[in-house]
């Protein structure tokens, strides 16, 4: 796994942070993206010290779609292919559906979908690339998407709804490119023990939140399977729910 390279965004922290550390432990080279310059350099250290064979931070906004041509351009230089892209970074937002304002819709449609739809296209030569390269493994691409996606939940319609979108491009990257050694995994957890989720910890605990340890594991699953399969998505429940929600 030494040779290979993957694309992380909103790799300074969380479950983002999580996987860049998997990956750094397999010898992976690493490029990773956050909206903070220092922090993403105090991590390209630690990754590097857990092993990845190179690590390029690159810092910007991914609302921003200069910046996300420029990121798979800084990566395409730095590693000439790209065998993992994992789209991590999005935001959530919740609140009534009769009272959800169309700006802060707007917001999560631009973070959770347009921002990894503009990626997936940028990438899409260099995943090419590296699945030709390598047609036993082929490449993968990893998208953090939610339980919502599959159950809806109070106050997080919107959420849901780009999470949901976000499931069905996976889908369709699979119909398209899994002849050509391409192939998308979408997760979609419950609530996960990050900051994220913090605002809920009056009604559920951390300690009956999803670790980010097991996102992590599901996620190298995913990166070490065959050119052979694809599995569309993954719904990670928590234990002490009906398996039916957030």
Not at 17 to 41: F, P, Y
Not at 92 to 115: E, I, M
Request: glycine share 8%; hydrophobic share 50%; charged share 20%.
């Amino acid at each position: 796994m030494s040779n290979r390279s993957a694309l992380v965004t909103g790799a300074s922290r969380g479950i983002g942070l999580g996987i860049a550390l998997s990956l750094a432990r397999r010898g992976h080279a690493l490029t990773i993206a956050a909206r903070d310059q220092e922090r993403l350099e105090v991590v390209a250290a630690d990754l590097r010290a857990a092993g990845a064979s190179d690590v390029l931070p690159v810092a910007g906004d991914i609302a921003d779609e200069i910046y996300l041509a420029d990121l798979v351009g800084a990566h395409a230089t730095r590693f000439g292919a790209l065998d993992a892209l994992v789209l991590n970074a999005g935001v959530g937002s919740a609140g009534p559906l009769a009272d959800f304002h169309p700006r802060r819709f707007d917001k999560q449609v631009t973070l959770n979908l347009r921002a990894p739809f503009v990626l997936l296209q940028e990438s899409m030569p260099l995943l090419r690339k590296a699945a030709a390269a390598d047609l036993t493994r082929g490449a993968k691409v990893v998208a953090l998407s939610s339980i919502t996606g599959v159950y809806a939940e109070p106050d997080l319609a919107v959420y849901g709804a780009t999470k949901a979108a976000l499931m069905s491009l996976v889908r369709s990257v699979n119909r398209e490119e899994s002849r050509q050694g391409v192939g998308a995994t979408a997760i979609c957890p419950a609530y996960v023990d990050t900051d994220m989720a913090a605002y809920v910890h009056n009604r559920i605990p951390a300690e009956e939140m999803i670790e980010v340890a097991d996102v992590v594991a599901m996620v190298d699953a995913c990166l070490r399977l065959s050119a052979r399969v694809t599995v569309p998505e993954i719904v990670m429940a928590r234990a002490s729910s009906d398996g039916h929600g957030a």
